[in-house]
């Protein structure tokens, strides 16, 4: 069969044929009278055994060798192939969200383009120095950079860096989008990653549009972290369902004082009082509270406004733990002293 023929039936040029032969990859059997190159069924199949090797992504040299190399072994290449498809698959996903970050932020002209690219890039350093500078630099802020800070936020670990998106991230926020590009972080296992979603909404600001919901969500969150983030947000905003974290970070000890200072504002500008009143009372009331618990309970309550606070802490100066009845008695006298001075 002629090299024309041999191109017609196997696809391949007779440009690439010559190619092949030149490499010694596969050359034909005979030569006609006249010179012409004469391929043989063998060579045929092998023309066909050089093109499946080739999609599956080997070079001409490896595919020769792989040919012609008596201990060549399959599974040693197909697990080469494997990684280098990998690789190649890794670097083109980059590649596509780099593309589609440019594209979401709506560039009108190629210094857009180009302010995204740096931003992309500073964030990809592995300096935490280089992303805090790039965060902070010309390319750090502005329309469009809302999804590539809001990604780069659930992602970063450095605190002074984070806190540096954080910032940007508020200062570029649109419409909703800031709050929306955290969603996946918001609703992520993994927990470290939520309690940087719920710091980025609170500092965004409750008044941010779609704030308030997620961080009312966040309340449910089975990570203390989160739920204290959230309530404290809520709480300043006068939120009532951020009550019961809030007393739950009192009672344990978490942010407790914060906690205490926004149930005390809920109570005395938001028409809350009864309700913080029943709910830190009630804690104090249940068995197997320790001593240090309860008094932090104090400590928020003698905050609180209203006469049933008074009535509380006179009961409990006849407590039976010591220390509980000398702290009562003693916010009783404060309280006391508070009323004769008004």
Known sequence: MLIGEVARHSGVSTRMLRHYDALGLVRPTGRTVGGYREYSAEDVRRIFHVQSLRSLGLSLQQIGRALEDPDFTPSALVGDLIRWTEDRLERERELLDRLRAIDASEPVDWQDVLRVVALMQGLGSSSAARRQQAVLGPAGGGDGATELLAEAVLAESDPHVA???R??????????????????????EDAAVRRR?????VELGADAPGAA???TDALGDEDATVRGHAALALGRRGAGDAVPVLVAMVVAGDHDVEAAEVLASLSRHHG??????AALTARLAAPAVGSATRIRLLQALVELPGDGVREVLRSLTRDDDPAVALVASAFVTVLDERSAGE
């Open 213 to 215: 919901v997620a961080l």
């Open 272 to 277: 809350l009082a009864d309700r913080v009143t």
């Open 197 to 201: 979603a719920v710091r980025a909404v």
């Open 163 to 165: 806190g540096a998106l």
């Open 167 to 188: 910032w940007a991230l508020a200062r570029s926020a649109d419409d909703g989008g800031a709050v929306a590009s955290l969603a996946a972080g918001l609703d992520a």
